[in-house]
């Protein structure tokens, strides 16, 4: 059992940044990929971004194109970031940390970012 402890969301001016955390109870090392997740009330959770144990990254479609959001992670702290500059407002939602093992998948609580215009 792992668990996903994620922080650093919060209220920002649109242009501001945000660095958000994933910390996990257990070892990354061995999990498949890890990522983060969004979402806003009505509407699907979206993929913002991935990375795998070979620190390959993926990243949604809604974002994908901004060299302002980068996925990282470290191994030796099992933590997992999502460093966020020039946030927009309509990147408002919850964010969800996600990490995915070779038999189970996991998410955490999940941590508000909301950017004022």
């Known amino acids: 059992q792992v668990q996903l402890v994620e922080s650093g969301g919060g209220l920002v001016q649109a242009g501001g940044s945000l660095r958000l955390s994933c910390a996990a109870s257990?070892?990354?090392?061995?999990?498949?990929?890890m990522g983060w997740y969004r979402q806003t009330p009505g509407k699907q959770r979206e993929l913002v971004a991935t990375i795998t144990t070979t620190i390959r990254s993926n990243y949604g479609d809604s974002v994908k194109g901004r060299f302002t959001i980068t996925i990282s992670r470290d191994n030796a702290k099992n933590t997992v970031y999502l460093q966020m500059n020039s946030l927009q407002p309509e990147d408002t939602a919850v964010y969800y940390c996600n990490a995915v093992y070779s038999n189970r998948e996991y998410w955490g609580q999940g941590t508000q970012v909301t950017v004022s215009s």
């Open positions: 257990g070892s990354i090392f061995s999990a498949i990929s």
